[in-house]
C-alpha cells in the first residue's frame, strides 16, 4: 500500500468527528483491507441496553470505507447489507475487519465482519463500492 495512502486516511481518521463521536480507532490498514476497533461504552445502548445496531452498523462503515478508498482514490458506498448474529456484551472491545474480495476497475465487494474480544461472531456485512477514478481530495494535505 502506498505511504502517503496510509497516512492521510489515518490522519483523516483522527480528525474525522463521526469517529471520534463513536470512539472508534483505525488499528490495522492495508491495500483492500482494514480493521476497526470500538468499545460498546453505555451511550452506544439501545432501548434493551444491548448495543444499538447503528453504532455497530457505524463500526462496519469505518472498516468498509477506509478499506474501499485504501487504493488512493474515491470510492462511495452503493450497497450494505448487514447481519446481526450476536449481542455485545457491555464494556467488549468489538472489532470490524473488512477485506476486499473482488475488484473491478468500477466497482469492488468486501467481507466486513465485527467480533468482540473472545472472537464472537457479532455481524457480518456484505458491502460494495462505486470507484469514482478520482484521486482522494486530501491526499494533497499530505504532501505539504
Known amino acids: 500500500m502506498d505511504k502517503k495512502v ?4 489515518q490522519r483523516r481518521v483522527l480528525e474525522e468527528p463521526f469517529a471520534r ?3 472508534l480507532k483505525l488499528t490495522g ?3 483492500g483491507y482494514s480493521r476497526v476497533e470500538m468499545i460498546f461504552t453505555p451511550d452506544l ?3 434493551f441496553g444491548m448495543a444499538h ?3 455497530i452498523f ?3 462503515d469505518e472498516a468498509f470505507e477506509t478499506a474501499s478508498n485504501s487504493h488512493g482514490t474515491v470510492a462511495v458506498a452503493l450497497n ?3 447481519n446481526y ?3 455485545a456484551t457491555p464494556g467488549s472491545r468489538l472489532t470490524a475487519e473488512a477485506r476486499e474480495i473482488c475488484a473491478t476497475r468500477r466497482t469492488a465487494s468486501y467481507d466486513i465482519r465485527v467480533h468482540d474480544q473472545e472472537s464472537r461472531l457479532i455481524a457480518f456485512c456484505s458491502a460494495m463500492v462505486y470507484r469514482k477514478g478520482i484521486p482522494l481530495p486530501f491526499l494533497q494535505d499530505a504532501s505539504e
Open 6 to 9: 496510509r497516512e492521510a486516511i
Open 45 to 47: 445502548e439501545n432501548i
Open 53 to 55: 445496531g447503528g453504532a
Open 58 to 60: 457505524a463500526l462496519i
Open 85 to 87: 448474529v450476536a449481542a
Open 21 to 23: 463521536k463513536f470512539g
Open 29 to 31: 490498514l492495508d491495500l
Open 80 to 82: 450494505m447489507m448487514v
